[in-house]
């Protein structure tokens, strides 16, 4: 970004107190919005914030904006009406994996089809935080929780795919704990005019504690984690020495030594999602876990589709209300 | 537009004058009775007659042909006075197959005309209608004045040169019966020639064959024997002015652009396709050059919910339903009563529950409308009584939305929507004001309070997103005034939730008193909402007539209701409610005023009959030792 800041991280900060579970990774992601917010060059008033309900959708309350708090899932729909009847506001959705990957799904998918210009950021701790830890659509299967006292039967989903399927435009994803990168990930998902989504690793201190731990530690991160960089080879680890590559069938293999210059560049602007949908399916286990931009493309959005719509049949069509009600088959009785 | 020039010189059989006749037009889903009905219609608007109409169909788009549940029907019943409904049993009924003819031929008036199109009377038409015999030679259609016709041989042999295919042709012959039908009612036939240029405008062909089939029908009527006598109904008294052809949804429509002009607001809808509320997203969305920005959304309550997003952002959020889509959207709409946005919400009625009878009228959504939230979630709500007054009631609606920052559920039904009548245009100069004031900027250093209340009213402010000075944060949790703060205080949480219902019954004091026909005290009150105001008003006026003591009423306001409203009700030995639900406003009115409103239901998915309402009433009039001066007068 390179307008100049206007604000400040403070000027963003609200008199209410902030009240999540001390240690919970919201309060990075709070700092890091915070941290974007204050590069992206707005003002407080022209943006606005909107919540479904979760931990995560306790969000606007903390941030000196408009903020619009409203029922379980329904956010980006809520966030479409905003956004379409005045594209001049900059519009941010803040949801979990409850609320938008469950509860609302619909409304999520249908927000990515129609690449409306919102900025959707995804808190995915993989549980039920607010009602106090049940399995959501992101815990993994077998995962034991209050209401899976056996382990879960379902399976889970990618988030990344699933957006990647609904045809999004801007698709990334951040870590709660790496600050600076997801700083600025959400800078960037900012600059995109379509939908972006930004799904964060957010960790649940209380009743998910540790499930990103395997990828996130200090002591694992750098040969754990795919950083995604637009323009350069798919390499990882402390000294960059191994490689993802694709198949012919695009499935990913792990290259290394005299193999790693056959690692995949990285083009988060193709137009065939197959290399993004392969990484955003990896094995976790197996492969390191990409963070970055999977995915960007500019497309007209959804509103500048509808305004231009309205702007031309006005310019073609001049009516008042009188020739509105009095039209078609009139007749006068003396 | 009042002379019939076109075809009076061409009559020289009798022509009789009659004050109103009730057409019923039948056939299969895809013989185009609803178009040969509209047609009926429009002319005979423009002739200035009044009328009132009743379009009848299945849900299925195209159910198996000739059989029951596939039958679609039009009636229709234009008089030389005024009218309240689309008439009880017909005068004439239209059959183009044996599934038509057994449908509806119960209904047909004694001595009435059936027109019977005896093209497809095979043994397996006959079976698809379940008619053992063949009903034209066992003696079923005696006791009416029956003309059969082959209308298919008769409308292929008028076309012999058009170009179009067989099947092509015969598809004209609901234009060949409507050219009987102009002759025996002396119709002009110009408006439907210029009507069905402009619909087909892009075939000639078929413009060509569906005119030659009218004339064709025409013709045939005037110069054959089986049609003596022509019959002509001379146009209707009507109030001066400017008059339109009006159906239900329509006018809704046109109610909330109107409001949205007045307003200065630009009208947002967010709605999901469902009869019979489809047509208002149709008809909404060729009104973008008036800025009106519609949303089809994924689901019913992506609907409401980016209608909510729109007003909350400065827009007129709008959206609308029936009742299975009301049932989704109430937990948003409960979110619009906590954010206290102004939100229409329209919801057009049909037969439930569940999928029930999507394409038939109900007025059972009247609990769900007032009560069908979580919480203690007051709406106003109010509704629509014919198709020419759900414009002033959508108008209404937007007026109330903005001023009380309040959700406003307006009732319509399938009923209205489909139906049609004569509309007295208002001149748009005089339509009430709507003024909307949203918070000014903030100055620097004061912080804004979004719950700060008109005292007045109890409204909050409408602060659009994008003004300097006013961010703040709202939502569905509980808060305390003034400032918006989430709060779980127990003294705050009362004063909130008697805030946001008072806010509700201030309207009251906002709407007009009660209008009745007849004295405000009497033996029986008849009181109705929405649909049932047509029926009742003929069979009260038909009862006055009779010497009764009886008056009617109709309700517009259904939360909060009109002040003066009790006085009224107890101004009377019996109150009678009408309603096509099990009693749903004759509840709400027992338990709030204690007074033993008598409910007299129907739920079968039809209007209420007037003559039916008729005799109900004179039952409760004779309990009361009411005989009345038993004049006969007419229906
Ligand atoms: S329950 Fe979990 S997600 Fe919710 S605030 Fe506490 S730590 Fe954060």
């Known amino acids: 970004m390179t307008a100049t800041p206007a604000l400040s991280k403070k000027d963003y900060k609200t008199d209410q107190e902030v009240r999540w579970c001390p240690g919970c990774g919201d309060y990075s992601i709070l700092n890091a919005v915070q941290g974007a917010f204050s590069k992206l060059g707005k003002q407080l008033h022209e943006t606005v914030i909107v919540s479904g309900i979760g931990c995560s959708s306790r969000f606007p309350y903390y941030m000196e904006t408009f903020g619009f708090h409203t029922i379980h899932g329904r956010a980006p729909a809520i966030a479409t009406g905003v956004k379409t009847s005045n594209p001049a506001l900059d519009v941010w959705v803040v949801t979990g994996d409850g609320d938008a990957m469950s509860i609302g799904g619909n409304h999520f998918i249908h927000a990515m089809r129609r690449n409306v210009g919102l900025k959707i950021l995804m808190f995915n701790n993989r549980i039920y935080g607010l009602t106090k830890g049940q399995f959501s659509p992101t815990s993994e299967q077998g995962k034991v929780t209050k209401s899976s006292p056996l382990g879960t039967v379902d399976y889970p989903f990618s988030p990344i795919a699933l957006s990647l399927g609904a045809g999004g435009t801007f698709i990334a994803r951040g870590i709660d704990v790496f600050g600076p990168h997801l700083e600025d990930t959400i800078c960037k998902a900012s600059a995109h005019t379509g939908t972006a989504l930004v799904e964060i690793y957010q960790n649940c201190n209380i009743f998910n504690d540790g499930a990103y731990k395997g990828f996130t530690d200090k002591e694992v991160r750098e040969e754990r984690i795919l950083y995604l960089e637009h323009g350069k080879p798919l390499l990882f680890g402390a000294n960059k020495d191994k490689g993802i590559r694709f198949d012919a069938n695009f499935q990913p293999q792990l290259v290394t030594g005299a193999d790693l210059g056959k690692a995949y560049v990285w083009d988060e602007t193709a137009a065939n999602v197959a290399p993004a949908m392969a990484l955003a399916t990896m094995n976790e286990a197996e492969f390191p876990v990409p963070v970055g931009v999977f995915r960007r493309r500019e497309k007209p959005t959804f509103e500048s589709g509808i305004q231009a719509q309205i702007t031309a049949a006005k310019a073609k069509k001049k009516e008042s209300l009188r020739d509105l009600l009095f039209a078609g088959e009139i007749w006068d009785v003396k | 537009m009042q002379t019939t020039s076109t075809t009076s010189a061409s009559h020289d059989k009798g022509l009789q004058d009659l004050d109103q006749v009730v057409i019923r037009f039948a056939g299969d889903s895809g013989d185009g009775m609803q178009l040969t009905g509209d047609q009926f219609t429009r002319t005979t608007a423009l002739m200035g007659n009044d009328i009132a109409t009743f379009p009848d169909f299945p849900a299925e788009i195209r159910a198996p042909a000739g059989t029951l549940p596939g039958v679609s029907a039009f009636q229709l019943r234009f008089s030389s006075f005024d009218i309240h409904t689309p008439g009880d049993a017909p005068d004439v009924l239209v059959a183009m197959n044996p599934a038509a003819l057994k449908v509806h031929l119960p209904e047909l008036r004694k001595d009435g005309v059936l027109l019977l199109n005896t093209a497809s009377f095979s043994a397996l038409d006959l079976k698809k209608a379940k008619y053992e015999k063949d009903p034209r030679t066992d003696g079923t259609l005696s006791g009416w004045r029956v003309i059969e ?184 709409i409960g979110l619009a009563v906590m954010a206290e946005l102004p939100l229409v919400i329209l919801n057009v009625q049909r037969a439930g529950p569940s999928t029930g009878m999507p394409t038939k009228t109900q ?273």
Request: proline share 6%; charged share 20%.
């Open chain 2, 149 to 332: 016709v082959d209308l298919e041989q008769r409308t292929l042999e008028a076309l012999a040169t058009s170009k179009l295919d067989n099947r092509g042709k015969e598809r004209c012959k609901n234009m060949y019966a409507l050219g009987i039908l102009y002759w025996m009612f002396h119709r002009d036939i110009a408006p439907t020639e210029k009507a069905i240029a402009q619909k087909f405008a892009k075939k000639p062909e078929l413009v060509e064959a569906n005119l030659m089939a009218m004339k064709a029908g025409y013709a045939y009527a005037e110069t054959t024997e089986i049609f003596q006598t022509a019959y002509r109904v001379p146009p209707a008294q009507m109030k001066p002015g400017t008059y339109r052809n009006i159906m239900g949804n329509q006018s809704l429509c046109l109610g909330v652009v109107a409001a949205g002009q007045k307003a200065g607001l630009q009208l947002f809808l967010g709605s999901y396709p469902i009869t019979p509320a489809s047509d208002i997203l149709h008809q909404l969305s060729t009104y973008k050059h008036h800025g009106v920005v519609t949303f089809q959304a994924e689901d019913e309550i992506a609907a409401v919910c980016s209608a909510i997003g729109a007003s909350y952002s400065g827009s007129l959020g709008i959206t609308s339903t029936s009742g299975p889509g009301m049932a989704l959207k109430a937990e948003a």
């Open chain 2, 363 to 635: 007025q059972a959504d009247l609990l769900q409308a007032m009560y069908g939230r979580n919480g203690e979630c007051p709406v106003a709500v109010i509704a629509a009584s014919t198709p020419a007054d759900a414009f002033e009631v959508g108008y209404e609606a937007v007026r109330l939305a903005v001023k009380y920052m309040v959700p406003v559920v307006v009732l319509s039904d399938g009923y209205i929507a489909n139906g049609s009548e004569p509309w007295l245009l208002p001149d748009p100069d005089r339509l009430p004001a709507i003024p909307v004031a949203f918070a000014p900027e903030g100055q620097p250093g004061t912080k804004f309070l979004p719950y700060a209340r008109n005292p007045e009213t109890l409204a909050r402010q409408w602060a659009k997103p994008g003004t300097k000075g006013l961010v703040h944060r709202i939502g569905g949790i509980e808060k305390q005034d003034v400032t918006g703060n989430i709060c779980y205080d127990a003294d705050n949480h009362q004063h909130m939730i008697d805030t946001r219902a008072q806010k509700v019954a201030n309207i009251a004091r906002d709407i007009p008193p009660m209008q009745t026909i007849g004295p405000r005290t009497g033996d029986v009150l008849v009181l109705g909402w929405g649909s049932t105001r047509g029926a009742i008003t003929a069979a009260t006026l038909r009862l006055q007539q009779e010497g009764h003591e009886i008056s009617c009423a109709c309700l517009r306001y259904l939360n909060p209701l009109p002040n003066d409203l009790e006085a009224l009700l107890r101004g009377f030995k019996k109150v009678v409610l009408p309603e096509m639900n099990k009693g749903q406003l004759a509840m709400i009115l027992r338990s709030k005023y204690l007074i033993d409103v008598q409910s007299y239901s129907q739920v079968n998915g039809q209007p209420f009959k007037s003559h039916d309402i008729h005799a109900y009433l004179q039952k409760t009039l004779a309990s009361l030792g009411s005989t009345g001066s038993a004049k006969e007068t007419r229906r």
